[in-house]
């Protein structure tokens, strides 16, 4: 990797790195919070189902849109997406703080 010049989706100079993933977005194509990065979405996809029910996993960076909380664009979306929707089985959100999330597989 020789280091992202260009955002994501076009070829202007980022201004912004989605804090998980190497992606990498201009002012016009910055994420809003919860607005899924595709690229944590799979690195959630690929890598989340290798954890063992009763496994906990902790998000760093995932809380931008709580209350208090902080956080970047990515990693944010993916716990909104995967962990807090109605409906997002398997998983458990057991604690979380300032910018961090703890989930545990419940099945
Ligand atoms: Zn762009
Ligand atoms: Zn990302």
């Known amino acids: 990797m020789g280091g992202a010049r260009r955002c994501t989706d076009c070829l202007t100079a980022p201004v912004m790195k989605c804090g998980r993933c190497t992606a990498t977005r201009c002012a016009r194509h910055a994420l809003d919070v919860g607005v899924r990065c595709d690229s944590c979405e799979r690195d ?25 909380g902080r956080g970047l ?6 716990v909104a997406r995967r962990l807090r929707e109605p409906g997002t089985a398997g998983w458990e959100i057991v604690a979380e703080a300032d910018r961090t999330v703890a989930a545990q597989r419940t099945a």
Do not use: K
Request: charged fraction near 25%.
């Open 44 to 68: 959630w996809q690929d890598w989340s189902r290798f954890v063992a029910p009763g496994g906990r996993v902790v998000l760093h960076d995932a809380r931008a849109d709580r209350p208090g």
């Open 73 to 78: 664009p990515g990693p944010t979306a993916v």
